[in-house]
Each structure stands twice: as structure tokens, then as C-alpha cells.
T-cell receptor, first 114, second 113 residues
Framework: NAGVTQTPKFQVLKTGQSMTLQCAQD?????MYWYRQDPGMGLRLIYY???????DKGEVPNGYNVSRLNKREFSLRLESAAPSQTSVYFC?????????????FGPGTRLTVL | AQSVSQHNHHVILSEAASLELGCNYS??????LFWYVQYPGQHLQLLLK??????LVKGIKGFEAEFIKSKFSFNLRKPSVQWSDTAEYFC???????????FGTGTKLQVIP
């Protein structure tokens, strides 16, 4: 039982390049989330998916797109990376029957955009 | 939209000192409340949660938090901190019926041996 996994762990991009961050969970959770963590700003929600087939914008969606590929997987895409997107990205899932809305986090992806 | 305020950005304590970290939220309806901890180099993990019932909730590693509805607060406490409690602590709020969870900006705790 791996929980929430994310790939890659580290990535360096040049301005204008694109990439996709992958996230998968094996807990049969309905909801999945993408956050970015920046110093002094806590975690800010980029996009979330309340269930398979649905996605919604969070606080900071500009410059990102998401795909809920199936119940397990939720990917985040940067179409044209910008230095302002340098951050640590965390994927999370929730939906445990006894503890709704408790979120389980992946190990994070540290992204640097030059 | 709900918001969460954590007033202490950086706290430094000596081992065995008592800890209280403040958390206030701005939503008048029914909420679920959480404290998460992030140890250096690791991902966030749940410390404790409040959904309903006894407003004093106990979590892992000796932490507890008290929900005071009239003050919109959910402060985290520990009677005696250890060096291993050095971490960043995040308060989070979920409005009942909605999927989103809003996080505070975090408090970095440094415990000096």
C-alpha cells in the first residue's frame, strides 16, 4: 500500500517548456488535489477533482491544466513554464469513509523554472 | 470563501517548554478543522482533526487542540516539546458539504535542545 505517489521528485525546466506532473493513489479515494507550496504562503490549491470525471479550479489555477485520468490518477500539466511556477508541488487525496476530508499527501515534486 | 490565519510564523522554544500555536478561521458555518505537520524534507501528515463532539481533541505525539466556536479558533498545544517536534505546522479548514480544504500559511517551530 504505497499511499500517494508522485513523479518526478525533482525537475528543472527552462522558461516556455512544458511538463506533466503525475500523481497516483491506491486508497480508492474519490477526491484528489494539487497544491503548490511556497515559502511564507503555505499550501495553495491549484486544482482539485471531487470525483472521477470532474475537475475544478482552486485558488491559483492560471498556467496549469489537470486531467483526472481515472479514479487513481490525477495529473498536473504546465503548458508553458514560467519562473513564477518554481515551487514544490504536492498531490493529495481524500475520501476515507470514516475520516472524510482528511487528506493524504504525496512526497512532493520540487520544480525549478529557469 | 473561508480563510485561515496563523499568526505565528516562526517560533523558537527550548526543549520541555510548552507550546501553543494560534489558528483562526473566517467562516460562520459548520467546519471541519485540521492540524497537519511537515517534518523537514517530508510531506504533510495529519496531527489531529475536529469534526464534532468534544471540542478538545487529542492527536498523535502528545498534541491537542481546542475548538472555540465563539472565537473561530482552533489552537494547537503541547505541554512539553521535544527536539523532534521541530517542523512546520499547518492549520486547515474544510467547510461542511464542500470538497476544498483551505490551509493557513504555516508556523515553523524550532526546538532547541
Amino acid at each position: 500500500n504505497a499511499g500517494v505517489t508522485q513523479t518526478p521528485k525533482f525537475q528543472v525546466l527552462k522558461t516556455g517548456q512544458s511538463m506533466t506532473l503525475q500523481c497516483a493513489q491506491d486508497m480508492n479515494h474519490n477526491s484528489m488535489y494539487w497544491y503548490r507550496q511556497d515559502p511564507g504562503m503555505g499550501l495553495r490549491l491549484i486544482y482539485y477533482s471531487a470525483s472521477e470525471g470532474t475537475t475544478d479550479k482552486g485558488e491559483v489555477p492560471n498556467g496549469y491544466n489537470v486531467s483526472r485520468l481515472n479514479k487513481r490518477e490525477f495529473s498536473l500539466r504546465l503548458e508553458s513554464a514560467a519562473p513564477s511556477q518554481t515551487s514544490v508541488y504536492f498531490c493529495a487525496s481524500s475520501g476515507a469513509r470514516l475520516v472524510p476530508f482528511e487528506q493524504f499527501f504525496g512526497p512532493g515534486t520540487r520544480l525549478t523554472v529557469l | 470563501a473561508q480563510s485561515v490565519s496563523q499568526h505565528n510564523h516562526h517560533v523558537i522554544l527550548s526543549e520541555a517548554a510548552s507550546l501553543e500555536l494560534g489558528c483562526n478561521y473566517s467562516y460562520g458555518g459548520t467546519v471541519n478543522l485540521f492540524w497537519y505537520v511537515q517534518y523537514p524534507g517530508q510531506h504533510l501528515q495529519l496531527l489531529l482533526k475536529y469534526f464534532s463532539g468534544d471540542p478538545l481533541v487529542k492527536g498523535i505525539k502528545g498534541f491537542e487542540a481546542e475548538f472555540i466556536k465563539s472565537k473561530f479558533s482552533f489552537n494547537l498545544r503541547k505541554p512539553s516539546v521535544q527536539w523532534s517536534d521541530t517542523a512546520e505546522y499547518f492549520c486547515a479548514v474544510n467547510v461542511r458539504g464542500y470538497q476544498k480544504v483551505t490551509f493557513g500559511t504555516g508556523t515553523k517551530l524550532q526546538v532547541i535542545p
